[in-house]
């Protein structure tokens, strides 16, 4: 029996998969701490709750779970950033806070590159086990994105790019 024909969790991770799984975990804290840093600026109740609920129910459980496997296979874990103070929004100068607006279109933005970066590794994936976990934060990711989706539409805050509108003048 080959090195690659048994139980998934024993077979060794090769470097594409260290690399994208290891680098996935360091942008994923990085977002922790960028997005309490945002929650600082957010004024809207929604919003605030979406990043509220993000941190904790997206980023921080793929960080466990990512951790997790690369402790498993003796991989070294990149730094984690300390967690970012709570301010009163009304302390942060106008000029120098984030409008919500903002906010929302960095989270899109965000959400969008996670769906790229889980697509990857999936595509570059040999164990099935890892394939399957980037599976999994795909269809969140994909979920999020269209909670946040129906946000700036509700909000008024998503810009379209030019619309195609057909006309029925014939």
Same mark, same amino acid.
């Given at each position: *029996?080959?090195?690659?024909?048994? &139980?998934?969790?024993?077979?060794? *991770?090769?470097?594409? $998969?260290?690399?994208?799984? +290891?680098?996935?975990?360091?942008? !994923?804290?990085?977002? /922790?701490?960028?997005?309490?840093?945002?929650?600082?600026?957010?004024?809207?109740? @929604?919003?605030?709750?979406?990043? $509220?609920?993000?941190?904790? &129910? /997206?980023?921080? =459980? $793929?960080?466990?779970?990512?951790? &997790? %496997?690369?402790?498993?296979?003796?991989? !070294? %874990?990149? =730094?984690?950033?300390?967690?970012?103070?709570? #301010?009163?929004?009304? @302390?942060?100068? /106008?000029?120098?806070?984030? #409008? @919500?607006? $903002?906010?929302?279109? *960095?989270?899109?933005? @965000?959400?969008? !590159?996670?769906?790229? #970066?889980?697509?990857?590794?999936?595509?570059?994936?040999?164990?099935?086990?890892?394939?399957? *976990?980037?599976?999994?934060?795909?269809?969140?990711?994909?979920?999020?994105? !269209?909670?946040?989706?129906?946000?700036?539409?509700?909000?008024? +805050?998503? /810009? =379209?790019?030019?619309?195609?509108?057909?006309?029925?003048?014939?």
């Amino acid at each position: *029996m080959g090195i690659l024909s048994g &139980n998934p969790k024993e077979e060794p *991770m090769h470097y594409g $998969e260290i690399f994208g799984v +290891w680098s996935y975990l360091q942008t !994923a804290k990085g977002f /922790v701490a960028g997005y309490q840093t945002l929650l600082n600026h957010t004024g809207d109740k @929604d919003l605030k709750r979406f990043i $509220e609920d993000s941190i904790e &129910n /997206v980023l921080k =459980p $793929e960080i466990q779970e990512i951790e &997790n %496997l690369l402790k498993e296979n003796g991989i !070294a %874990l990149p =730094p984690s950033p300390p967690e970012r103070p709570k #301010a009163c929004l009304e @302390d942060i100068p /106008v000029g120098a806070r984030f #409008a @919500d607006p $903002e906010i929302a279109a *960095m989270l899109s933005k @965000d959400i969008s !590159a996670g769906l790229v #970066a889980c697509s990857t590794i999936i595509g570059e994936c040999i164990r099935e086990d890892i394939a399957l *976990m980037f599976g999994q934060f795909h269809v969140k990711k994909a979920q999020y994105g !269209a909670k946040l989706l129906r946000i700036n539409k509700e909000k008024g +805050w998503l /810009v =379209p790019p030019p619309l195609n509108v057909k006309s029925s003048d014939c």
